[in-house]
């Protein structure tokens, strides 16, 4: 086996940092090659997501005069986090073993790389990240993520609490991400359905050496909302369960209203009864909506783990 590593880091404006990260993935790299752990022709991949700044030139700098092979893929324009860790996974299969995907920032604590190559030897097909100390982010970015996969816990979503995007994973695993085929990524919500051996590694999350967060408000809100709604159709239920009580307190008040002869306004009863009819036969449709969404995803109905040699 050659186990040649492709690190893939997005980057979107990320010049003050970039030279720093790339010095210290290399060094990285060049004695995990020493210690023959990984292939020498192991590589750096950077996705420069759409930036506007230095970033692609400095990109193309370090492709000629690296210590390690530097490769470099420029989008045409922002197209966002995941579509470029996207992008970085997909030209990685076609020519490494294993993949790892690292924020430019390095706010994932590279020092974890030399171990998740080991939990990788150990025959590992995914190795998780996993921040154990958020201290670094600010109250309100560590407030909301817990809140957010409390959230996605209670509406029976898989996910790893606190792991992003700092992961390895094999080519086997790419191969099977590959299958899904929707154009919404929230790629942390993938990985655990793919089903393989998986193994974590805990780190402190580091703070930014320079530069600020590319992740505004939005972009981090449309990424939350994206994890409930690609992978969750619970909140469809809603009208359902909605117009199902407000059905039932019509009909209560109905009878109390004719048999047991309460004096309710009439108005009152059919504005319960007609509001859960409506929420009801909305939920119907719901219902509806939410399997042909899951239907136009186009996720696999099983993914292959082996096959014996002489079933190809
Ligand atoms: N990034 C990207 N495209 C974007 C926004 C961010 O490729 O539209 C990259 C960014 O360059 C960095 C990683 O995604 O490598 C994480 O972004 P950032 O560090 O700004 O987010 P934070 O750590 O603050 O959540
Ligand atoms: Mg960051």
């Given at each position: 086996?050659?186990?040649k590593l ?14 720093h990260s790339?010095?210290?993935?290399e060094?990285?790299l ?7 752990k ?5 590589y ?9 700044d230095q970033?692609?030139?400095i990109?193309?700098k370090?492709s000629k ?6 490769k470099?893929i420029?989008?045409?324009r922002?197209?966002?986090h995941?579509n ?12 490494a ?13 590279s ?8 939990q990788?030897l150990?025959?590992n ?9 958020r201290d670094?982010d600010?109250?309100?970015k560590r407030?909301s ?5 409390k959230?996605?816990n ?5 996910i ?11 080519v086997?695993?790419v191969?099977?991400l ?9 790629i942390?919500?993938l990985?655990?359905?793919l089903?393989?051996?998986t ?14 967060s ?15 709604t ?6 469809l239920?809603?009208p ?17 209203h ?7 306004s009439?108005?009152?009863?059919s504005?319960w009864?007609?509001?859960?009819a409506?929420?009801l ?9 939410g399997?042909t ?11 292959v ?8």
């Amino acid at each position: 086996m050659s186990n040649k590593l492709a690190i893939i880091v997005p980057a979107y404006n990320e010049e003050k940092v970039l030279n720093h990260s790339v010095g210290v993935l290399e060094d990285i790299l060049l004695k995990l090659q020493r210690q023959n752990k990984i292939d020498d022709q192991s590589y750096l991949l950077i996705i420069d997501d759409g930036s506007t700044d230095q970033t692609w030139a400095i990109v193309q700098k370090l492709s000629k005069n690296s210590l390690v092979n530097v490769k470099g893929i420029r989008f045409s324009r922002n197209f966002g986090h995941q579509n470029a860790i996207w992008a970085g996974l997909m030209q990685a299969k076609e020519d490494a073993d294993l993949t790892i995907t690292i924020d430019a920032d390095l706010q994932d604590d590279s020092k974890m790389i030399p171990k998740m190559v080991d939990q990788y030897l150990a025959g590992n097909q995914i190795v998780y990240g996993v921040r154990n100390n958020r201290d670094s982010d600010s109250f309100f970015k560590r407030e909301s993520a817990n809140m957010f996969y409390k959230l996605m816990n209670l509406l029976g979503v898989k996910i790893i609490p606190n792991h992003a995007d700092f992961r390895l994973m094999t080519v086997k695993a790419v191969n099977l991400l590959s299958q899904y085929h929707e154009r919404q990524l929230f790629i942390r919500g993938l990985i655990p359905q793919l089903g393989l051996s998986t193994s974590k590694v805990d780190y402190k999350r580091q703070k930014r050496i320079a530069g600020e967060s590319k992740y505004t408000i939005q972009k981090m809100l449309d990424l939350a909302w994206n994890g409930i709604t690609l992978f969750s159709t619970s909140l469809l239920k809603v009208p359902t369960i909605l117009g199902g009580e407000f059905l039932l307190l019509g009909t209560v008040l109905l009878l109390e209203h004719a048999v047991w002869k309460h004096s309710i306004s009439m108005n009152l009863i059919s504005l319960w009864i007609i509001g859960g009819a409506i929420l009801l036969s909305l939920g119907i449709i719901a219902e509806y909506v939410g399997k042909t969404f899951n239907e136009i995803k186009h996720r696999p109905r099983y993914l292959v783990a082996e096959r014996t040699d002489n079933n190809e």
